[in-house]
Every structure is written in structure tokens, then in C-alpha cells.
């Protein structure tokens, strides 16, 4: 899948559109070190400069079932791919995968190498 690097201001105007129409995302964390890699449904919660952004799994964070992960953002990069941009599939493969991920992801690396794949529909 190609991705387009975004700026931080586009990548700041697509979480922040994330946040306030509420859209479920996957969630694909992978440490750089590999001690980590997991997946997680759910939303986000809050995008901060101290934080970063803040994915949980409840539309209404901190409910006892609540799961969340943090990503710092500073110094980080950010690429958006759709899945125009799915090249090397077959038209069939795009939309299974669309279906089964979303239809778009942001990709953010942070300078220790840790990434963060978000999938989504817009």
C-alpha cells in the first residue's frame, strides 16, 4: 500500500476528525523493539500535546470494561493511505480488506520507531 506523508497540521485535522464525529477505529500497535504488537477496536478518546492520542474502547471512556492505549505524538510521522492506494491487489482484495480493516489508515511513527496503523471509514 502506498502512503502520502501528511504534514502535522493534516494529520492533527484527521484525528481531530476522528474525535468529534466518533469513528471507530482499529487499532495496530507495534513495538519497535517487538516486545509489543496488538490490535484493538474502538475509539478516540482524547488528542493532547502532553498525552498524545488516547484510543479506548468505549465511546464513553473509563467504564470499568474501558481499555486504552496512548501514542505520544512529538516527533513523529504520519502517512494516510485509502484504498485507491491499495495498489498490487485485486479489486476484490481491496474491498475484502476495506471491509474488514476500513477503508483508509494513518500511519504514525514515532522517532523510537514504535507505530501506530489506524484503520477507519470516513
Known sequence: MDKKQLSILEA????????????????????????????????????TREL???ISTERVPNKPTDVCLTFPLGGCEFFFADQREMHGLLHEERQR???RFG????????????????????
Open 12 to 47: 492533527q485535522d484527521l484525528l481531530t476528525k476522528l474525535f468529534d464525529e466518533q469513528i471507530p477505529v482499529i487499532a495496530h500497535f507495534i513495538c519497535a523493539a517487538h516486545l509489543a504488537d496488538f490490535r484493538m477496536r474502538g475509539f478516540l478518546n482524547s488528542i
Open 97 to 99: 480488506s476495506a471491509g
Open 52 to 54: 498524545g492520542v488516547v
Open 103 to 122: 477503508s483508509c489508515s494513518l500511519v504514525i511513527i514515532a522517532g523510537t520507531r514504535d507505530k501506530l496503523s489506524l484503520f477507519f471509514d470516513l
